[in-house]
């Protein structure tokens, strides 16, 4: 089992910045990617930033890139999400995730197993 807790959600105005910052604990040495997915009220949950343990290999969905990047330091097990020029569309619950290796249709993708509680960001025009 892995835990997580995620902090630094805040109100912004747009153009801002905020960091956001994941806590692991249990047993991370099995994670193989971690990271941070959002929801804004009456939306699916979107993948935001991915980064893999090993090698720190990221992904960014294209409404964010550019303008987050996405941090792990391995020694402290902790994650961040850093995030510039906010805009009033970023404003949603943000979620931190841990997920393990899987196999789909012969290549290893990232699958989420573990996920924490939330944390919001508001961003006002």
């Known amino acids: 089992q892995v835990q997580l807790r995620e902090s630094g959600g805040a109100s912004v105005q747009a153009g801002g910045s905020l960091r956001l910052s994941c806590a692991a604990s249990?047993?991370?040495?099995?994670?193989?990617?971690m990271g941070w997915s959002r929801q804004a009220p009456g939306q699916e949950r979107e993948v935001v930033s991915v980064?893999?343990?090993?090698?720190?290999?990221?992904y960014y969905s294209d409404s964010v890139k550019g303008r987050f990047t996405i941090s792990q330091d391995n020694a402290k097990n902790k994650m961040y999400l850093q995030m510039n020029s906010l805009k009033p569309e970023d404003t949603a619950m943000y979620y931190c995730?841990?997920?393990?290796?899987?196999?789909?249709?012969?290549?290893?993708?990232?699958?989420?197993?573990?996920w924490g509680q939330g944390t919001q960001v508001t961003v006002s025009s």
């Open positions: 995730a841990a997920g393990v290796r899987s196999l789909d249709s012969g290549s290893w993708v990232c699958e989420y197993r573990y």
């Open positions: 249990g047993y991370t040495s099995g994670v193989y990617c």
């Open positions: 980064i893999y343990a090993v090698g720190g290999g990221t």
